[in-house]
């Protein structure tokens, strides 16, 4: 089955403590993209790869990192979490990175962090 | 740069009644639109979307959209609403000329059928 798989689902941690959110495809897509989503903000990129070692920031980068040394992972990695980075994240990965692509993205089902 | 408004934070249909949630982007080139749903504690998924062609573009569980180049709009619409297409829409536009631009979504519409 054709799908994106982000985990964990639900992670409670303090503020500072490192923490990776796992993602992973098994579609062979080359893009690849981290979103947020807060209430009355919609959803909002932190990072993006179009493929194997590229990736580029999104519209709210800051105090995030990630990495793509395969094609098929992605992870989020917050060094240094902090309160306002409580929210509800998104895993997407759609297609090839070209711009004749029209593959619609596909999430995985979220990640729901809160920081305390 | 793009961009995506969806002017209304929440509709309320009762059901089998038709269904409109609006969509207006900005976008340079040539746009791709989508939508997409999202039910509660899970991702978005994909409904339809607009490449080319035919304006009225027909989608999962009975949805189309209406692409509108002059008023730079993509509504989607349902002829007979179901309680259970209550939930949360997004449209999205992506810059067919620049994949670079990315996927930008709007901020989402709460649809809400009465039974």
């Known amino acids: 089955e054709a799908q994106v798989t982000q985990n964990p689902r639900y992670l409670i941690t303090v503020t500072g403590k490192k923490l990776t959110v796992t993602c992973s495809q098994n579609m062979n897509h080359e893009y690849m993209s981290w979103y947020r989503q807060d209430p009355g903000l919609g959803l909002r990129q932190i990072y993006y790869s179009m493929n194997v070692e590229v990736t580029d920031k999104g519209d709210v980068p800051e105090g995030y990192k990630v990495s793509r040394k395969e094609k098929r992972n992605f992870p989020l990695i917050l060094e240094s979490p902090s309160p306002n980075q409580t929210s509800l994240y998104f895993c997407?990965?759609?297609?090839?990175?070209?711009?004749?692509?029209?593959?619609?993205?596909?999430f995985g089902n979220g990640t729901r962090l809160t920081v305390t | 740069a793009q961009s995506v408004a969806q002017p209304e934070d929440q509709v309320n249909v009762a059901e089998g009644n038709p269904l409109t949630v609006k969509c207006t982007y900005s976008v340079s080139g040539n746009p791709y639109l989508f939508w997409y749903v999202q039910y509660p504690n899970r991702g978005l998924q994909f409904l339809l979307k607009?490449?080319?062609?035919?304006?009225l573009v027909k989608g999962s569980y009975g949805f189309e959209a209406e692409f509108n180049k002059s008023q730079t709009s993509f509504h989607l619409k349902k002829p007979s609403a179901l309680v259970s297409d209550s939930a949360l829409y997004f449209c999205?536009?992506?810059?067919?000329?620049?994949?670079?631009?990315?996927?930008?979504f709007g901020p989402g519409t709460r649809l809400s059928v009465l039974p």
């Open positions: 997407a990965s759609g297609g090839r990175a070209t711009s004749q692509d029209n593959s619609p993205l596909h």
């Open positions: 607009y490449i080319t062609g035919d304006n």
């Open positions: 999205a536009v992506r810059d067919r000329d620049n994949y670079g631009q990315n996927f930008v």
